[in-house]
Every structure is written in structure tokens, then in C-alpha cells.
């Protein structure tokens, strides 16, 4: 079945070590995004790609870093977590844009991580 | 900035039960999606409301959209426990042009018992 991925599910590293989530989709969409979701909260907008376009969240860190090689892989960096990144991850992705039904969000399992 | 308000923020219910999930954003809703999630898992979409008055049904689960209230609701009826999970309400919050970004609502955690 055509889905988003994402690996690891669980994702343990040290305080400072950079870390690489990533995500995977077969829908062939255009549009990928990287939420973080933290304990209890909603999940907040990171960054996205539109194609190659990448668009940042004004209050995004520095911290957080994203690459997207080809249309189907996504990545997100963290190059120094600090314990206050510790959430949950999502992948989401959509075909285009635009505020219609048929540009739903299309979500991955998300990738918990843990910051020791 | 725009901000989604839910209400409740829990929700525990008889299986069988009716029950309505409120959204109510601070600015003008161009469009509000319902989403659901389950415990450490991504999320689901249920549906996409676009024009005031508008209505939509999924199974037993209904969304209305009322853009004067700059509110929607969520009803289910006759409630499961395949109902329990995270109930989250989202909204693209740009004015000017559609950007696909969505900012949600802080979850409506039902739980059904049997």
C-alpha cells in the first residue's frame, strides 16, 4: 500500500549528538513536512518542501537542519539535541498546496525521540 | 498569530453515547480539517470542511463548519470504542494564499467505555 514511513519508530541519542530521522513516501507527492509534536501538545510545523523549495518556520531553531534528495526521501537533522527536543517527530505529506480536500496531509507513524 | 481552541480537552463516554468535540479559532477559518490520533501513532484524516453551513459526514462521525462563529464541531453518534483516540482540529492560517501549512488545535482525547 502506498504510505509514509518513517525510521527509526524510536530514536535514543545523547544530549548534543547529531541525529537523522527520516521519511519515506510512495505517494509521489510534492509537498513533504516535518512536525514536532511534544508530550500532551499539538504537533507544530517545522519546515516543508514544495518540490525542491524549501520553506522554514520562522521560529524553527537553527538547530534543526532538513534535506529532501529526490521527490520520495525526506530528512530531518537535529546537529546538537538538547533535552527540550525530545518529542515526537511526523512526516506528513500532500500532493499540493492548496486549501481543498484532495491536498489532505497525509501522516507517517512518527519517529519518538529521546534525549539522554 | 492564529490559534485553534478545543473543548473538551478529555472526553469520557458510555459506548453507545453521543458526543460533539468543539474547534473555535481567533481569526477567520479558510477551511478547518479534522484529524484523529491514536496514543504514539501519526495522524488520520477524517475530513475538510471549506464554506460556512458546510457539512460532512464519515461513517458516524459529523463536522460542521459555521465561518461566522469561526467555529466547527465534530459530532459522533452512538459512540465505539474504535471511536477512542486524539481528536485534533487544523486550519492553514495564512490570509493571502494557500501555503499548505496547517497549525492545530491542542487535541480532544476521547475515550469510549464499553
Known amino acids: 500500500d502506498a504510505m509514509v514511513i518513517q525510521n527509526p519508530r524510536y530514536q535514543v541519542t545523547q544530549f548534543g549528538k547529531p541525529v537523522t530521522l527520516s521519511c519515506s513516501q510512495t505517494?509521489?507527492?510534492?509537498?513533504m513536512y516535518w512536525y514536532q509534536q511534544k508530550s500532551s501538545q499539538a504537533p507544530k510545523l517545522l519546515f516543508h518542501?514544495?518540490?525542491?523549495?524549501?520553506?522554514n518556520e520562522a521560529d524553527t531553531p537553527d538547530n534543526f537542519q532538513s534535506r529532501r534528495p529526490n521527490t520520495s526521501f525526506c530528512f530531518l537533522d537535529i546537529r546538537s539535541p538538547g533535552l527540550g527536543d525530545a518529542a515526537m517527530y511526523l512526516c506528513a505529506t500532500s500532493r499540493g498546496a492548496w486549501r481543498r480536500p484532495e491536498d489532505e496531509q497525509f501522516f507517517g507513524p512518527g519517529t519518538r525521540l529521546t534525549v539522554l | 498569530s492564529q490559534e485553534l481552541e478545543q473543548s473538551p480537552q478529555s472526553l469520557i463516554v458510555q459506548e453507545g453515547k453521543n458526543l460533539t468535540i468543539n474547534c473555535t479559532s481567533s481569526k477567520t477559518l479558510y477551511g478547518l480539517y479534522w484529524y484523529k490520533q491514536k496514543y504514539g501513532e501519526g495522524l488520520i484524516f477524517l475530513m475538510m470542511?471549506?464554506?460556512?453551513?458546510e457539512e460532512k459526514s464519515h461513517e458516524k462521525i459529523t463536522a460542521k463548519l459555521d465561518e461566522k462563529k469561526q467555529q466547527s464541531s465534530l459530532h459522533i453518534t452512538a459512540s465505539q470504542p474504535s471511536h477512542a483516540g486524539i481528536y485534533l482540529c487544523?486550519?492553514?492560517?495564512?490570509?493571502?494564499?494557500?501555503?499548505?501549512?496547517?497549525?492545530f488545535g491542542q487535541g480532544t482525547t476521547l475515550q469510549v467505555k464499553p
Open positions: 470542511l471549506q464554506k460556512g453551513g
Open positions: 518542501y514544495y518540490d525542491k523549495d524549501f520553506n
Open positions: 505517494l509521489n507527492h510534492n509537498v
Open positions: 487544523g486550519a492553514d492560517p495564512s490570509t493571502s494564499s494557500n501555503t499548505g501549512k496547517l497549525i
